[in-house]
């Protein structure tokens, strides 16, 4: 199969999926994403030529590649490294290319037709009719049947999917937002993910969806679920008890400096507190450690309207002296 120079790449989605990840592990991310693509699919598993690729020492790149696998950036399974974005790209890629050579080909047979027609008539002796041959109309109407049998079998295709029923009821039957989102996407980003984490996301959608309702969302404002699961909402979420779905400890109490460096990252794009996260920055009972609150951008520090000294110190004056 011919290979495209190019590729759909999605600047967003890719900056948005390496959130929490150190610039060494972005690097060696984005090369081994690049021989997936170069290779129209799923790469060896010879670690050492990866390495050298990248310039790294295998040692080194051997924690890096674990670390994203751990993260599900990566999937290596009977010796290939794949990625399931990657590969539904690769497989867009695949009909493009298979529908260039078809046209081609159509057109080639229509450009041969031609020549033999000039060569064996005659030429005409009447004005040509403007209004299409027969065999003219006929191959639009085959053309034509043949973009509906294509179209309908892409349907059927995603149709036929196979749910599993834990992600129909459990996943997809609860969560808040159904109108304009992909079923399709999400059962895919779903199935690459551990069973810890698919358990995680079943507990924590209900309280998404309560929260929601309180919140008198929209569900053409909600998050798609393709992308709650792709952005790690659920991690942000309350502990809740897998066995009883209710609420024990919320997340902010317990939240690992880890998480609260990924939870003040995402406050940083957006600038929009999350109520899961606890009292804000600033506010009596916030959770976040005193040291990555120092470190908030000036527009994002709970310092930012009080006076500053000389020294451009914010000044916090104590009770005067009696």
């Not at 690097?27 to 994403?33: D, E, F």
């Not at 309908?152 to 149709?159: G, L």
């Not at 159904?178 to 209900?206: V, Y």
């Not at 066995?243 to 939240?255: G, L, R, Y």
Request: aromatic share 8%.
């Amino acid at each position: 199969m011919k290979k495209l120079p190019w590729v759909k790449w999605e600047a967003g989605a890719f900056l948005n999926g390496v959130i929490g990840l150190t610039a060494e592990e972005i690097g060696v991310y984005a090369v081994v994403l690049n021989l997936i693509y170069d290779r129209n699919g799923p790469i060896k598993d010879d670690r050492v030529r990866i390495a050298r690729r990248c310039g790294m020492r295998p040692t080194s790149f051997e924690k890096v590649f674990q670390r994203l696998v751990d993260e599900e950036k990566l999937a290596v399974h009977d010796g290939l490294i794949s990625n399931a974005k990657a590969q539904r790209v690769i497989e867009t890629r695949s009909k493009v290319v298979e529908n260039w050579k078809k046209n081609l080909q159509g057109h080639e047979e229509k450009e041969n037709g031609k020549d033999r027609e000039i060569k064996v008539d005659s030429l005409p002796l009447e004005a040509p009719s403007r209004r299409p041959s027969r065999a003219v109309e006929s191959e639009s109407v085959d053309n034509k049947e043949r973009k509906k049998e294509s179209s309908s079998s892409s349907r059927k295709a995603k149709t036929d999917i196979d749910y599993t029923e834990e992600f129909e009821t459990k996943v997809w039957q609860p969560y808040p937002r159904k109108k304009g989102t992909s079923k399709f996407k999400a059962f895919q980003l779903w199935r690459m993910l551990s069973e810890d984490r698919q358990q995680r996301i079943i507990t924590t959608i209900p309280l998404f969806a309560q929260q929601m309702k309180l919140e008198g969302r929209e569900e053409s404002v909600i998050k798609h679920l393709e992308r709650f699961i792709s952005h790690k909402v659920y991690e942000t979420l309350a502990v809740t008890s897998t066995e009883s779905n209710v609420v024990q400890i919320p997340w902010f109490k317990t939240a690992t400096r880890d998480q609260w460096q990924r939870a003040l990252k995402i406050y940083e794009m957006d600038s929009n507190w999350r109520a899961a996260w606890g009292p804000k920055p600033g506010r009596e009972g916030c959770c976040v450690p005193d040291d990555l609150v120092a470190a908030l951008p000036y527009h994002l520090h709970p310092d930012r309207d009080r006076p500053r000294s000389q020294s451009g110190v914010a000044e916090n004056k104590g009770p005067e002296a009696v």
